[in-house]
Antibody, heavy 120, light 107 residues
Framework: QVQVVQSGAEVKKPGASVRVSCKSS????????IHWVRQAPGQGLEWMAMIDPSGGSTTYAQKFQGRVTMTRDTSTSTVYMELSTLRSEDTALYYCARAWSDLVQAFDIWGQGTMVTVSS | AVHLTQSPSSLSASVGDRVTITCRAS??????LAWYQQKPGKAPKLLMHDASSLESGVPSRFSGSGSGTDFTLTISSLQPEDFATYYCQQFNTYPLTFGGGTKVDIK
């Protein structure tokens, strides 16, 4: 079945970096954009970044410019999101999600979420 | 960035009630709007895209309407499994943005 599966929870110290993976299966990896959305505890959804797995082009929210990097490995159908210079406010559940189509960047397939905790 | 304002932020309703949630965009986004349902501890679930296109498997009691800046999500007859938080999201312009959410709970 179509799914995206994320890596496990992470605990990091302030100033460190975290890399979260998102492995796709059940569909043609290069045909659908992958996005990252985060949700702080008890809060709403926040869009962070997008990658086109076909060519590797990315788009980042200005808020995360310079701190976030998305990459992909087409041989394993995996997307990676690295967030650097972590601070306590980055503590959140991070989701990867597949876009419905090239023109419809709504998210039809979601990962299970990866909890990132930033604490000294 | 396009700001999405959802209202109300929460509501209490009974099974069988008709529920309407609104989402207002700070600028024209055509019909590039999606609605999600999120239950505690779960990832969001896409209900509809393009403002009114229902996702496969989503019950027909859910409907969406609107274009430009004003959108609505309607649940025609609220069911026990519909108690959740609902979010709108625009995909007309980057950065993609979400509304603040509407929590629907049991009266």
């Amino acid at each position: 079945q179509v799914q995206v599966v994320q890596s496990g929870a992470e605990v990091k110290k302030p100033g460190a970096s975290v890399r979260v993976s998102c492995k796709s299966s059940g569909y043609t990896f290069t045909s659908y954009f992958i996005h990252w959305v985060r949700q702080a505890p008890g809060q709403g959804l926040e869009w962070m970044a997008m990658i086109d797995p076909s060519g590797g082009s990315t788009t980042y929210a200005q808020k995360f410019q310079g701190r976030v990097t998305m990459t992909r490995d087409t041989s394993t159908s995996t997307v990676y999101m690295e967030l650097s210079t972590l601070r306590s406010e980055d503590t959140a559940l991070y989701y990867c999600a597949r876009a419905w189509s090239d023109l419809v960047q709504a998210f039809d397939i979601w990962g299970q979420g990866t909890m990132v905790t930033v604490s000294s | 960035a396009v700001h999405l304002t959802q209202s109300p932020s929460s509501l209490s309703a009974s099974v069988g009630d008709r529920v309407t949630i609104t989402c207002r965009a700070s600028q024209d986004i055509s019909s590039a709007l999606a609605w999600y349902q999120q239950k505690p501890g779960k990832a969001p679930k896409l209900l509809m895209h393009d403002a009114s296109s229902l996702e496969s498997g989503v019950p027909s009691r859910f409907s969406g309407s609107g274009s430009g800046t004003d959108f609505t999500l309607t649940i025609s007859s609220l069911q026990p499994e519909d108690f959740a938080t609902y979010y709108c999201q625009q995909f007309n312009t980057y950065p993609l943005t979400f509304g603040g959410g509407t929590k629907v709970d049991i009266k």
